[in-house]
C-alpha cells in the first residue's frame, strides 16, 4: 500500500534526524533507516500496528509503529487505497500533539 507522509511529519522527522546527527556522526542516518524500516512494514501490512491510544479519544482511527532503537513511534492512518503518515512524533511528548484536527 502507498504510504503517504504529511509535510509536518516530514518536518518532525528531518528534525530529529538533525538532533541525533549533531549528537553523534551517523546517529541521524541511523534514525532515518529505523523509521524506513518502520514505514516500509506499515506500507505492508498497516493493520497489524495497534490502535493509537492517547489520553484523549481522537476523532478518526489512528494507529501506531514503534520505531526501533529510538524513542520514537510513527503515527499513521490507514485509508482505503493509501497509508497517511501524521506524525514522527517523540514518545515523551505529550500525547495527540499532532491531532490538530
Not at 62 to 71: D, G, H, N, S, T
Request: aromatic share 12%; proline share 5%; no cysteine.
Amino acid at each position: 500500500m502507498n504510504v503517504r507522509i504529511l509535510e509536518a511529519a516530514e518536518q518532525e522527522l528531518r528534525e530529529a534526524m538533525e538532533y541525533y546527527e549533531n549528537s553523534r556522526v551517523g546517529l541521524g542516518v541511523q534514525f532515518h533507516d529505523r523509521v524506513n524500516e518502520a514505514m516500509l512494514a506499515i506500507g505492508r501490512a498497516p493493520w497489524q500496528f495497534p490502535l493509537y491510544e492517547g489520553k484523549r479519544r481522537l476523532r478518526r482511527e489512528f494507529r501506531r509503529a514503534r520505531v526501533v532503537r529510538f524513542p520514537y513511534i510513527v503515527v499513521f492512518e490507514p485509508r482505503e487505497s493509501e497509508v497517511l503518515v501524521v506524525a514522527v512524533a517523540h514518545t515523551g511528548r505529550r500525547p495527540a500533539y499532532w491531532d490538530r484536527q
